[in-house]
């Protein structure tokens, strides 16, 4: 007897979510992907997917999408959220700068943003897909700052470490309902989708974002009896910090 085919729902689809539901379509699954803008959008439906315009900062948003993508798609096995946790725009130089000099709005820029998509996401989907008694996978995507802080990068750290900690909560949590959690650090730059490198970086040190989608089927593939709460992907030509 054939299995019916996934459900799966992809928060972001610029760069590393665009890759992830590429991925998922070409192995069979039914996918929606969630993003704001008409472009972004656009985007989501030329790969192949349902389409739904939805915020990642805001929690009552995030479970509507859930329950829309449930209710077009069937019940959903896998839920990421591989969007950018920006607000607004963000402040002075990448990562916040250093702390003496940073700017007075460089905190909520920096470290609040992320910090508040990643409870937006893990609250909004979780609130969706406890109730229904079912097994799911919930992925939040983070980067290599989640691990240690850098200098002139401390305000970028500590809304990652807060995406870490609000992950590990809500696996805690969810692990009696059957559902998975697991944040997915890709400890790098992320290549662009379109490929062409970044200015001024070894191209064999970017994280190959197809490659990371990978990475993500192997989650959500996982069985009860295996789970990986934290997965770490490093490029062999980037620095590794064990």
Same mark, same amino acid.
């Given at each position: 007897?054939?299995?019916?085919?996934?459900?799966?729902?992809?928060?972001?689809?610029?760069?590393?979510?665009?890759?992830?539901?590429?991925?998922?379509?070409?192995?069979?699954?039914?996918?929606?992907?969630?993003?704001?803008?008409?472009?972004?959008?656009?985007?989501?439906?030329?790969?192949?997917?349902?389409?739904?315009?939805?915020?990642?900062?805001?929690?009552?948003?995030?479970? !509507?999408?859930?329950?829309? &993508?449930?209710? *077009? %798609?069937? /019940? =959903? +096995?896998?839920?990421?959220?591989?969007?950018?946790?920006? @607000?607004?725009?963000?402040?002075?130089?990448?990562?916040?700068?250093?702390?003496?000099?940073?700017?007075?709005?460089?905190?909520?820029?920096?470290?609040?943003?992320?910090?508040?998509?990643?409870? !937006?996401?893990?609250?909004? &989907?979780?609130? *969706? %897909?406890? /109730? =229904? +008694?079912?097994?799911?996978?919930?992925?939040?995507?983070? @980067?290599?700052?989640?691990?240690?802080?850098?200098?002139?990068?401390?305000?970028?750290?500590?809304?990652?470490?807060?995406?870490?900690?609000?992950?590990?909560?809500?696996?805690?949590?969810?692990?009696?309902?059957?559902?998975?959690?697991?944040?997915?650090?890709?400890?790098?730059?992320?290549?662009?989708?379109?490929?062409?490198?970044?200015?001024?970086?070894?191209?064999?040190?970017?994280?190959?974002?197809?490659?990371?989608?990978?990475?993500?089927?192997?989650?959500?593939?996982?069985?009860?009896?295996?789970?990986?709460?934290?997965?770490?992907?490093?490029?062999?030509?980037?620095?590794?910090?064990?």
């Amino acid at each position: 007897m054939t299995e019916p085919p996934r459900s799966a729902l992809v928060f972001g689809a610029r760069n590393l979510g665009r890759a992830i539901i590429e991925t998922l379509v070409a192995q069979g699954w039914n996918v929606a992907g969630a993003a704001r803008s008409d472009e972004t959008l656009a985007t989501i439906t030329a790969a192949g997917a349902l389409a739904l315009r939805s915020d990642i900062t805001d929690q009552a948003t995030v479970r !509507a999408t859930v329950k829309e &993508a449930a209710q *077009a %798609l069937g /019940p =959903l +096995d896998l839920v990421v959220n591989a969007a950018a946790a920006y @607000g607004g725009t963000r402040t002075g130089v990448f990562g916040g700068g250093p702390i003496a000099d940073a700017a007075p709005d460089a905190f909520d820029s920096w470290s609040v943003a992320p910090a508040r998509s990643a409870f !937006a996401f893990l609250s909004g &989907a979780g609130g *969706a %897909l406890a /109730p =229904l +008694d079912r097994p799911a996978t919930l992925i939040q995507v983070t @980067g290599g700052s989640s691990r240690r802080a850098m200098p002139g990068r401390g305000l970028w750290a500590a809304g990652a470490f807060d995406v870490r900690a609000i992950t590990q909560a809500a696996a805690l949590e969810l692990r009696d309902r059957a559902i998975h959690v697991a944040l997915l650090i890709v400890d790098a730059g992320i290549e662009p989708y379109a490929g062409g490198g970044r200015p001024g970086v070894d191209p064999a040190a970017l994280a190959e974002p197809r490659q990371v989608a990978d990475a993500v089927v192997f989650l959500a593939e996982q069985g009860p009896r295996a789970a990986t709460h934290e997965l770490q992907v490093t490029p062999l030509a980037e620095t590794w910090v064990p």
